[in-house]
């Protein structure tokens, strides 16, 4: 079985930044890539950043040039800078990852930026 566990949510006034930290435990042989996915209520899941392990990203267009994802691949873990927040980036924050040929989702940090 494979955990992910993330870290680093919150309130943050817009402009601000925040850093978001998913870490990846168990039974793990190989991962794949690792990434960001968001929600707002109401809303479907979007794609924020996804990285490979050779270290391809790929970004949301809503993101570009605001968001930075990176991953040390010795700790399993992928980091996301987010800057220049805006009220619209607030929503459920989920960390996903392809470990051992499946999918995997954590469980969510609430990130909120208020105007």
């Known amino acids: 079985q494979v955990h992910l566990v993330e870290s680093g949510g919150g309130l943050v006034q817009a402009g601000g930044s925040l850093r978001l930290s998913c870490a990846a435990s168990?039974?793990?042989?190989?991962?794949?890539?690792m990434g960001w996915y968001r929600q707002d209520p109401g809303k479907q899941r979007e794609l924020v950043a996804l990285?490979?392990?050779?270290?391809?990203?790929n970004y949301g267009d809503s993101v570009k040039g605001r968001f930075t994802i990176s991953r040390d691949n010795a700790k399993n873990t992928v980091y996301l800078q987010m800057n220049s927040l805006k009220p619209e980036d607030t929503a459920v924050y989920y960390c996903?990852?392809?470990?051992?040929?499946?999918?995997?989702w954590g469980q969510g940090t609430q990130v909120t930026v208020s105007s």
């Open positions: 990285i490979s392990s050779g270290g391809s990203t």
């Open positions: 996903k990852a392809g470990v051992n040929g499946r999918e995997y």
């Open positions: 168990g039974s793990i042989f190989s991962i794949y890539y």
